[in-house]
């Protein structure tokens, strides 16, 4: 093997052999020790600076029960032991079918017919590929636009990089966009929303967009409108009251799909399966992906209604519907994986108690209102965001620095730039939640 007997991550890290996603990567070769995770146990990862580190995000919003749960690691092992890997084109095994009818039970009424990927790119760019198919099949090919949001993130593939409404994800990349593609503006204005619990009451007004863009572009072109219930990766940015039923109105009267994309709110962070629920508002697609198999095996997906499912089961009975797919698609392990998470949080009552803790975490996010250095809180479900005001040196400046003074005040943040993202695991106690706030507080302070 080419492994060196004594390998050493750190000098590993500095060659830069492993180019990382959404990395700095020379930054991070400059001193990899403090970023290099050796283990995780519970909500906790440790360091090889040995540092113990509450896992303030979840790993990246995936990990809700915490890390080496022993059942997820019982049910791996068991599923290897029977089954592997097996093809799901033409062929098909009970663990995936059984997880699939596990899923739609969970979602909203009608909704009954689950596509599997891999993960939150795919099901995104699944989603994107069902909606131009089912209008395809209807007689109405020219739906050929797509819809998303400033600050959207719908993953890394070429459509949910195109729906997508964060510049940094696009601007290198504005050759490969979808063609047609159009966003709606995005709900955030602190002047009206700044420091709210939960949901703010201005913004609703801001679906007023998708009309706009309709009068534009003709409904007659359009396929579908992407969003995300609550925007995630850009920092927490909760629906105005109202906002999503809106959207929802003015899809249904043109026939546009509307697509939630749930790969962050699904399972549970809401206090309900999905964000469909805990807003009240249905769909036609919904894009599921990390919780469902707390992030251990990589599982994404697409639940649609019947009137979708229906819509491609025509033709001849022996033709494939939809020519799509992943090689892992329905993978056994990750069936496997997803069935056990699914019963964990059934049998610890987990989205009762993210219910519990919604008020929890907002207090404590809340109580470091007044913080000079803190620009707005913000919070929904298992979800809340502390930005900050961008130093003088810079934007990101102020943001690096806490992060790196949290990692040896025991908090991992997810900062990016100056916004600070909380997905705490559901198994968090109400005291950890509490020493996570009271810690940024001291960390923002000693940094300054
Ligand atoms: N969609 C949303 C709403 C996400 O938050 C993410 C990831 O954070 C994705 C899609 C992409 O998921 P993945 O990184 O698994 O491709």
Redesign the pocket.
């Known amino acids: 093997s080419k492994m060196t007997a004594n390998f050493d991550p750190v000098v590993t890290a500095e060659k830069g052999t492993y180019w990382q996603p959404f990395t700095a990567n020379r930054a991070l070769r400059a001193n990899p020790a403090p970023r290099t995770m050796v283990s995780a146990k519970g909500a906790y990862y440790q360091t090889l600076e040995g540092h113990k580190v509450f896992d303030t995000l979840s790993g990246?919003?995936c990990t809700p029960l915490g890390h080496a749960h022993p059942l997820i690691g019982e049910a791996l092992q068991k599923q290897f032991e029977k089954l592997d890997f097996a093809p799901s084109f033409q062929l098909t095994h009970s663990g995936a079918l059984s997880l699939a009818q596990r899923i739609a039970d969970m979602a909203p009424e009608g909704m009954n017919h689950v596509f599997f990927a891999n993960?939150?790119?795919e099901a995104?760019d699944t989603a994107l590929k069902v909606a131009l198919g089912y209008h395809r099949i209807k007689g109405a090919g020219n739906r050929f636009r797509m819809i998303g949001r400033e600050r959207g993130?719908?993953?890394?593939g070429f459509g949910?990089m195109s729906v997508g409404g964060i510049l940094s994800n696009r601007k290198m990349f504005a050759a490969g966009m979808m063609p047609g593609v159009d966003h709606l503006r995005h709900t955030y204005d602190p002047k009206h929303m700044a420091f709210t619990r939960g949901q703010p009451t201005w913004g609703a007004d801001r679906a007023e967009d998708l009309e706009r863009l309709v009068t534009l572009h003709d409904a007659s072109t359009i396929a579908a409108v992407i969003v995300?219930p609550v925007q995630?990766?850009t920092g927490v940015i909760v629906p105005p009251v109202g906002y999503l039923q809106r959207l929802r109105e003015i899809c249904t009267q043109h026939g546009i799909l509307l697509i939630f994309?749930e790969?962050?709110t699904g399972f549970g962070r809401m206090g309900a399966p999905f964000a469909s629920q805990r807003f009240d508002v249905k769909p036609d697609i919904i894009?599921f992906?990390?919780a469902i198999t707390n992030g251990i095996v990589p599982m994404?997906g697409v639940i649609v209604t019947d009137e979708i499912y229906n819509t491609f089961m025509t033709g001849p009975q022996n033709a494939i519907e939809f020519c799509h797919g992943y090689t892992y698609s329905g993978h056994p392990l990750a069936a496997a994986v997803g069935h056990v998470v699914l019963d964990i949080m059934e049998s610890e009552g987990l989205f009762e108690r993210v219910k519990a803790l919604e008020p929890v975490l907002e207090d404590a996010a809340h109580s470091l209102k007044g913080t000079p250095q803190i620009a707005d809180i913000r919070n929904i479900g298992l979800t809340a965001a502390v930005e900050l005001k961008p130093a003088e040196a810079g934007a990101g400046v102020r943001g690096a620095a806490v992060f790196e003074e949290a990692l040896k005040q025991g908090l991992l943040l997810r900062v990016t730039g100056d916004i600070i993202s909380f997905g705490p695991p559901f198994i968090s106690t109400e005291e950890e939640l509490k020493t996570m706030m009271s810690t940024l507080g001291k960390v923002i302070e000693s940094v300054g």
């Open positions: 990246l919003w993960s939150g790119s995104v993130y719908h993953g890394v949910g995300e995630g990766s994309d790969v962050i894009t992906a990390k994404g």
